[in-house]
């Protein structure tokens, strides 16, 4: 019986041979004190999930425990507590920064320091959650290969440590037995997989049932990171109305999703299929930008900026497959995306001039890298395809954006030039502003097959036709309009006098009420048709339905989804007071 089972009865008085009728109980003849961890755990189909408190909801206090606690610990009947730590990392930044001037160059140099500590464990070898033998530690199968260092991985035919050597894997680099490289493992699976030698497998075959063999053995102290950023500014004058400047930093960002759960390995201990693990390992993301422009000005009131720009972004998180790894390969994040973005932009700006100001800019960028988020390449590796890293453009890759905005304003007393009306200045601290944005599209993945998108309860797969982002959104244009008018607000005399100012504006987005196109069906490359009612298995359904005109009104109705638009046009009237 369970522990629950037994519990239960023993609270109660019933005896071990007794049916009971659970639900003829109420829920205050119950308490969650009668499951043991395990079995809340329910072999993988969790009913409780915790960290930093037991099984039964208590904070754990001090020391938080590790992978042996969980492994070993049991209370005083003799079932294992799986106490499971808090996720504390430590983190410590510091900078420091001076600016300083150098004949005509103005200089601006620091540089970051951060030190990232997970505080936590995580396996030594991701590709086996048990401890495994290396070169260097093998020496009962006589020689090994001049190029198999002393820290490869042994693989053999039977991890019973009783047959052949059958390859070595350096990192995620893989050799047959006569040390040649592979590209494929599985060469080294000559009867019963691709198996590691095993430290110890004797656990793995004989050992506590509940814990399968795993030991606190195969994991160690996450390594902290230290990451350097150094930051450099200059410009200097090329003449009175010009002039160069150039930057470069590195950024880095702490990881997330990275907790180290132990249940993890637990279950996959069990060989759960195609199991999703967090990865405790994970390394902060670095981003090193250049920059360089130069500034002219045109006349008094107006200048001319150009601009170059470089980003490079290495060990970024993307959702990766561990293949080959034992008891059985899982899904899990890595540190293994890069990316670039790399562009010119042009900016000129005319300081406000007869009562009106003026910004436009240009941007072109060039956006390409191997994954677009943590789990653009998920469906590459769920089909059991490679990691495979491949620069593709990515999904914010907007090759042209263009941007600008005019300011009409009429000030107020001896700065106001507007009509007046009975000796009144009816404008004075009124204005109106207009945005304008026009950007290129945004790149999609074309597919080649119908899939029915409004329907509900279909397992469609589509199927890529021509390369990931190979297509692209139309263009999207974009008109803002604020009018506004300030009034100054005084009450109290003398000393007393107080002042406030009242703002009254009217907001208009998209002024134009443009439908512009965010997102799209990938086969038809409209937003309001997936391009299944057209095609012979479409014209099929319908006539099948009981009214094939509703059917067909009601499937379009659903694919003409808003969010595939931006937002249309949107009034606001408000009032603001500063004071």
Same mark, same amino acid.
């Given at each position: ?35 043991? +961890? %395990? ?5 993988? &189909?969790?009913?409780? &999930? ?61 540089? #970051? ?9 995580? =396996?030594?070898?991701?590709? &086996? ?29 039977? *991890? ?34 691709? =198996? ?6 004797? +656990? ?23 990451? @350097? ?12 109305? $010009? ?30 299929? *195609?199991?999703?693990?967090? *990865? ?16 002219? $000005? =045109? ?11 470089? #980003? ?43 009562? @009106?100001?003026?910004? +436009? ?71 109106? *502003? ?95 048709? %997936? ?49």
């Amino acid at each position: 019986m369970s522990s629950f089972a037994i519990n239960f009865r023993d609270k109660h008085g019933i005896a071990y041979d007794e049916v009971v009728d659970i639900h003829t109980y109420n829920p205050d003849d119950l308490d969650i004190g009668m499951f043991s +961890a %395990d079995g809340l755990f329910n072999g993988g &189909s969790n009913y409780a &999930s915790y960290y930093g408190y037991d099984s039964q909801g208590n904070m754990l206090e001090g020391v938080q425990p590790g992978m042996n606690e969980f492994l070993t610990e049991k209370d005083e009947n003799g079932n294992y507590t799986r106490n499971i730590g808090a996720f504390q990392p430590i983190y410590v930044a510091g900078y420091i920064q001076d600016k300083f001037a150098f004949d005509d160059i103005i200089f601006n140099i620091g540089v #970051r320091v951060d030190r990232y500590d997970a505080n936590q464990e995580v =396996l030594k070898d991701p590709y &086996s959650i048990y401890n495994v033998m290396t070169a260097g530690e093998v020496t009962g199968f006589g020689a090994h290969p001049d190029n198999i260092g002393d820290d490869y991985v042994v693989y053999v035919d039977d *991890n019973t440590n009783a047959g052949v050597i059958t390859g070595y894997r350096d990192g995620d680099n893989w050799y047959d037995a006569s040390g040649l490289p592979v590209t494929d493992p599985n060469v080294l699976n000559v009867s019963k997989g691709v =198996l590691p030698m095993l430290a110890d497998p004797d +656990a793995l075959l004989n050992g506590d049932a509940l814990n399968k063999g795993l030991s606190a053995d195969a994991f160690e102290d996450y390594e902290p990171e230290v990451v @350097v950023m150094p930051r450099i500014s200059f410009n200097f004058p090329i003449s009175d109305e $010009a002039m160069f400047y150039a930057y470069y930093d590195v950024l880095a960002q702490r990881p997330s999703a990275n907790r180290m759960n132990p249940l993890d390995y637990l279950f996959l201990a069990y060989k759960t299929d *195609n199991a999703g693990l967090q *990865n405790p390992n994970l390394k902060m993301q670095k981003t090193t930008n250049y920059e360089v422009g130069f500034k002219q $000005a =045109l006349s008094s009131s107006s200048a001319l900026t150009i601009n170059a720009f470089y #980003r490079e972004m290495r060990d970024m998180i993307q959702y990766t497959r561990v293949a080959f790894a034992f008891p059985q390969e899982y899904f899990t994040y890595g540190n293994i995306d890069f990316g670039t973005v790399k562009g010119l932009s042009l900016a000129y700006e005319m300081r406000r001039t007869k009562n @009106v100001s003026l910004n +436009a800019n240009y941007t072109m960028q060039f956006a390409d890298g191997s994954g677009s988020s943590a789990t653009s390449g998920a469906n590459i590796v769920t089909s059991e395809q490679p990691n495979l890293r491949t620069t593709l453009p990515l999904d914010y890759d907007q090759r042209h954006n263009i941007t600008a905005s005019v300011d009409y304003r009429y000030g107020s007393g001896k700065n106001y030039n507007g009509p007046l009306v009975n000796g009144k200045q009816i404008l004075a601290n009124m204005g109106v *502003n207009l945005v304008a944005t026009a950007g290129s599209g945004t790149p999609y993945s074309q597919q080649q097959n119908v899939t029915r998108e409004a329907m509900f309860g279909i397992n469609d797969r589509d199927y890529l036709d021509g390369s990931i982002n190979g297509s692209r959104l139309p263009w999207t244009y974009r008109l803002d309009m604020r009018l506004n008018k300030s009034f100054d607000l005084t009450w109290g005399e003398d000393e007393n006098q107080k002042s406030a100012s009242m703002n009254f504006y009217l907001q208009v987005q998209n002024l134009l009420n443009t439908a512009n196109i965010v997102n799209v069906y990938q086969y038809t490359g409209n937003p309001d048709d %997936d391009g299944y009612l057209s095609t012979a298995v479409g014209i099929g359904d319908a006539q099948d339905q009981l009214d094939p005109v509703a059917f067909t009104d009601m499937y379009m109705l659903k694919l003409n989804n808003p969010s595939n638009y931006t937002r249309p046009r949107t009034i606001r009237l408000g009032v603001t007071l500063d004071f």
